[in-house]
Structures are given as C-alpha cells and as structure tokens.
C-alpha cells in the first residue's frame, strides 16, 4: 500500500472559492478574474537613487514578489522613473499623492501602472477624464487607493470619521468618476490600521464591486506586530474569497513583507507551498534543543523553493509520527536523532549532527525532485 506523505500532489483544498471580479493587468501580472492572488511591496529608496532602487527591487524580486511600488513625491523622482520601470524586473507602480501631473509622468515614464489617492491629489476630480484617456491609451491600470488616515475631510464629517462608510464611499466615488470616461482598468484599496475596520470596510467593498481588491493593514506596525494585524485581516477575507492582491505593510525591510504575504497565502493554499517546517513548540517533554534544531534548520534551508514539509521534533511523544509524515524529518531524543526520509528510518545521527544531516539530505531530496520534474516552476502572476 502506497502512503501519500508530505506536500499534496493534488489540488489543495481552500477555506471558500474567490470572489469574482474584473480582471485586469499590472503589467505581466494578471490581477483579479482568477488569476493567482499577487504579492505586493514597496521600495525604501529614496527613488532618485536609481542603482538603490533597482538593488531593492532585485532583492524582492528573489524573495518572490510580484509587483513593486516606488514613491514619487517630486519631479525629480518622476524624471528617474522611465529608467527603474524599464529596468526592474517585475511590473512598476508608481506611487502618487498631492500632484496630478506625476500621474502623466509615470504613465508616460513606462509604469506598469499608478496609485492615486483621491483624499489627498489637488484637483483630481477636475483631471480623470484626463488620466483615463492617459492610462488608456498607454494600456496602464490604476489603483484607487483609500486610506484612513487621508480620507476627504467631507467624508470624514459625514461620517464622524475614518469608517468602513467613509472609506467605501470614497473609492466607489472616484470608481464612479472614472466609470463616466469609460474607464475600468483599476483596482481599489481601502485601508485602515485596524483589523476590525479593515475587514469591515473590504466586505462592504467586496458586496458593492466586481473590481479587483488589493488588500492592505496600512501602518501595521513594527514586525511582529504587524505580521499579526496583517495575519488576522487577510486570513479572515482571504478565507472569504476576498482579496485578489496583497501588501503587507511592515515597519521593518520590505523583504520581510513578502516573506509574511508569501507565507500567509501559502497556508492558506492560494500559492503553492515551498518550504515548511513543523516544528515542537515550548514543551517539557523535550529532550534536545528544539529551538535551536528548528532555527538552524530553517537558516540552512532558507531560499529552497521546491514544496518540501521538514520535521524537527524533539520528543517521544509526537515526533516519531510527525517525523515520519513529512517528506523529511528527525525525532530526536536522549542526544540523538534518527533521520526519516518518506516514512522510513534511514539513520541515527548524533545530536550535534543532527541539522547537518537534515540540511544535506533537504538538498539532496529537493535535487532529485528538480531532475525529475516533480519541483514546480515558480512565475511571476
């Protein structure tokens, strides 16, 4: 009998089908209409920089983002940004607040697409007949990007502040605006920095739209904080069928972002899964360092991209059978560990050789399944 251990090879099941929606481009990347829910950040560079920029780039891009986002505060931001878009290496968005003619310039400048805020660009209303003809004709998509924290002090009075109505009403008011030209290749943001409004506002949105949604906790908060906060209001919509591209907005390297949305869409089956540890938490029942086995495991595998489920169990109690249901693992125990590959036992290694053994064999595994063709290819969209 054939045992079917570690990673699925059939479609994983997911909490709720996803919401329909329009599907348009950002770029090469699909948003939206099905297509694979896309991983978003945004560059730290001062965009004037342009070799700093395209480095950051370069590094998001390795650690699986989609899309990037640069700010344009000024016109000298916006004379660089025909060089970053045509040199980067996933789609660009330009990132646009207060000025309208920064909207021209980076549709002229080759943007994948722009990011307007409505609460906060002078005379925008005046300009989107403008802005649509622009995008247009340059096959440029749009984000309506609504933030709490910039919203019309209209709304804000009407509402008595930043609520999922207030947030709402003002990207459906400037959907509607560019709806008269005709123009529907954009997709919206409503975000708040708390959780509770935020899935508030996301599900009133989601009942009133067929647009593509970017999801997005604005000003989460230091790393851990606002690994949590984004966690918790992307799970909850994301289970939904809610949400067709995410931003995890972290007081922390932008890289750390799309680690966080990589992993958060991963367990919830919406990307296919690379690398996953299972791992003993706090525990008396112990008999090794598991914490240490765990990091130093995690450490030496960083950057593998086959979907490999690895067990680092430190116990009697469950780490046989946790061992023995990934594709590689060790139950350890009295300074020593035995070393399961698919099932079956095929060492006993000292305690400290422990990592050492998962790491090479981890390697080895993941180079069989790419010679084999068994390693999925990983695209961007």
């Keep these: 009998m054939t045992v079917n251990l570690g990673m699925p090879t059939a479609p994983a099941p997911v909490l709720a089908p996803r919401r329909p929606t329009r599907r348009i481009q950002v770029g090469k990347v699909a948003v939206g209409g099905g ?62 607040h207060f000025q309208p003619k920064y909207v021209f310039a980076a549709i002229d400048a080759g943007c994948a697409a722009v990011r307007v805020n409505p609460g906060n660009i002078r005379q925008f209303d005046d300009k989107v007949g403008e802005i649509a003809k622009a995008a247009a004709d340059a096959g440029v998509s749009l984000r309506i990007g609504v933030n709490a924290g910039s919203l019309d002090k209209r709304l804000l009075a009407k509402h008595g502040g930043p609520t999922p109505d207030a947030l709402v009403e003002s990207a459906l008011w400037e959907a509607s605006l560019f709806e008269e030209h005709g123009f529907r290749d954009f997709k919206i943001s409503v975000k708040h920095n708390d959780p ?113 489920r690895v067990a680092v169990m430190g116990c009697v109690v469950n780490g046989p059978g946790e061992a023995r249901e990934a594709d590689l693992g060790v139950a350890s125990g009295n300074g020593k560990g035995q070393i399961f590959v698919k099932g079956e036992v095929i060492k006993t290694v000292p305690e400290d050789e422990i990592v050492a053994t998962l790491i090479a064999e981890a390697n080895r595994i993941a180079a069989e399944m790419e010679h084999t063709g068994e390693a999925p290819q990983v695209s961007v969209g």
Excluded: W
């Design 196 to 308: 509770i409004v935020m899935v508030q506002a996301y599900r009133k949105l989601s009942a009133e739209c067929e647009y593509p949604l970017h999801l997005g906790v604005t000003e989460a908060g230091p790393a851990f904080q606002g690994t949590i906060k984004s966690s918790t209001a992307f799970g909850i919509l994301l289970a939904e069928g809610i949400g067709d591209t995410i931003r995890v907005s972290l007081s922390a390297p932008p890289v750390e972002e799309v680690k966080v949305g990589n992993k958060i869409l991963e367990s919830l089956n919406l990307r296919p899964r690379k690398l996953e540890i299972v791992s003993c938490p706090s525990c008396g029942r112990a008999q090794v360092d598991v914490y240490t086995l765990a990091e130093q495991v995690t450490e030496g595998l960083e950057g593998l991209t086959v979907p490999l």
């Design 35 to 96: 297509a694979p829910i896309s991983v978003q950040s945004m560059t730290t560079t001062k965009t004037t920089d342009i070799n700093g920029t395209l480095q950051q780039i370069a590094e998001l891009t390795a650690s699986g983002c989609d899309i990037v986002r640069v700010a344009v505060p000024s016109q000298d931001d916006a004379d660089v940004l025909h060089i970053i878009a045509k040199k980067s290496q996933i789609p660009v968005i330009a990132d646009i």
